[in-house]
């Protein structure tokens, strides 16, 4: 009768490892068992430091196993740890949630946020986003501010953006900017409360579902504040700087001097301050009056120590392109107005940061 390998095991199973206290088979230091014609070969793979206790323990299993019926000649060898570590296929912990990811084929990402709604956080997303897609950029621009989503609205896109395979969603495009909102997976004038998981959830596939092909920079619209799209962002997403608007209020400015803060603490890098509706540019006679007061942002710049970007004039054309579907940077872009914006896209890419 030929000599099975069960057999043999079992027979290992009756010998004591005298680290762990349970038999050698379940300590798991037996390998590479073979057994051909009666000659039996196994190791036992051990601590290089214990092989003066593992001596006897081999001795017993040689003897054990050659006293078998059907055994021949038995080979048992102690042999050191591999250095690396069999794997270990039962997981020991939860899965740890992923850090900041990179979203394919986007090689940057700036989010531009505002401590105080109304600030024109949008109208400068737009402006920036169409100045740098003008100026040669690759660009993308993801609306994520879900309590008031208003990119489709300033960049004149409508309709709901198409997924052909179910998993992805192709985005929408116009002014040479790559585009997706929020807005344009719910219902217009439906007012969605979106709770914190679910936010999530619509943050991370508009980020990682969309087809946004490749882009130099994608512009993160955010919604004002410092609430869970701007943290969730930063966990899910590498972002590699932040841009705050503000107007030249002092509450603006308090607003803005939290978000600056918050996004330290995230550790996203403030890539400057824009100042918008810095002065006000009377579209009749071209009267300059400040309406919010001037010079604000800059000194807050100054004192934080970011830069000052840009300073955005308020003036009725801004509002009137914004809301007609065409950014000023484009609809105008030889105007004043639109020179801010394309002198802050130039810097930005002259810098490396779009
Ligand atoms: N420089 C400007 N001159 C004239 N109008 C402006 C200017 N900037 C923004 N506006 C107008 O102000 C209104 C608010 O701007 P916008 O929607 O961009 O603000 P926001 O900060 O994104 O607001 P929220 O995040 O609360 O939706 C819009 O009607 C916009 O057209």
Redesign the pocket.
């Known amino acids: 009768m030929s000599l099975s390998r069960e057999t043999v095991l079992e027979t290992l199973k009756t010998i004591k490892d005298p680290l762990s206290g349970s038999d050698i088979v379940a300590a798991g230091i037996v390998r590479a068992l073979n057994i051909e014609e009666g000659t039996v070969r196994f190791v036992l793979e051990i601590d290089p430091a214990k092989s003066d206790v593992y001596a006897p323990v081999r001795d017993e299993a040689d003897a054990k196993v050659a006293a078998l019926p059907g055994a021949g000649k038995v080979s048992a060898m102690l042999t050191a740890h591999s250095e690396k570590a069999p794997p270990d296929l039962k997981p020991k912990q939860a899965a740890q949630p992923q850090g900041p990811q990179k979203i394919p084929g986007v090689d940057r990402i700036i989010a531009v946020a ?1 401590g105080k ?7 400068v997303s737009a402006n920036i986003a169409c100045a740098l897609a003008a100026q040669g950029r690759r660009v993308g621009l993801l609306d994520a ?1 879900v309590y ?1 989503p ?1 990119q489709p609205r300033m960049l004149g896109v409508s309709g709901r953006p198409a997924s052909p395979d179910g998993k992805t969603i192709l985005p929408m495009r116009n002014h040479g900017v790559t585009m997706m909102s929020i807005g344009l997976m719910t219902n217009e004038d439906q007012a969605v409360v979106w709770r914190g998981p679910m936010l999530m959830g619509a943050l991370q596939q508009m980020m990682m579902q969309v087809q946004w092909g490749a882009l130099d920079v994608l512009i993160v619209d955010l ?2 504040g410092t609430g869970d799209v701007q943290m969730t962002l930063a966990q899910k997403a590498h972002v590699d700087g932040a841009i705050v608007v503000s107007t030249p209020q002092d509450v603006a400015l308090i607003d803005a001097r939290k978000g600056i803060d918050m996004f330290q603490k995230l550790n996203v890098p403030i890539i400057g301050m824009v100042e ?2 810095s002065t006000h540019i009377c579209s009749n006679c071209g009267h300059e009056e400040h309406v919010f007061g001037h010079g604000g942002v800059a000194a807050e710049a100054d004192k934080l120590n970011v830069p000052l970007l840009a300073e ?5 054309d ?2 009137v392109a ?2 007609g579907g065409a950014p000023i940077a484009v609809s105008k872009p030889d105007s004043a107005q639109a020179k801010a914006f394309h002198d802050l896209a130039a810097d930005l890419i002259a810098k490396g940061q779009a």
């Open positions: 505002s709604g109304g600030v024109g956080k949008s109208t501010d008031g208003s919604p004002p918008n509706m955005i004039p308020l003036h009725l801004v509002r914004a809301d």
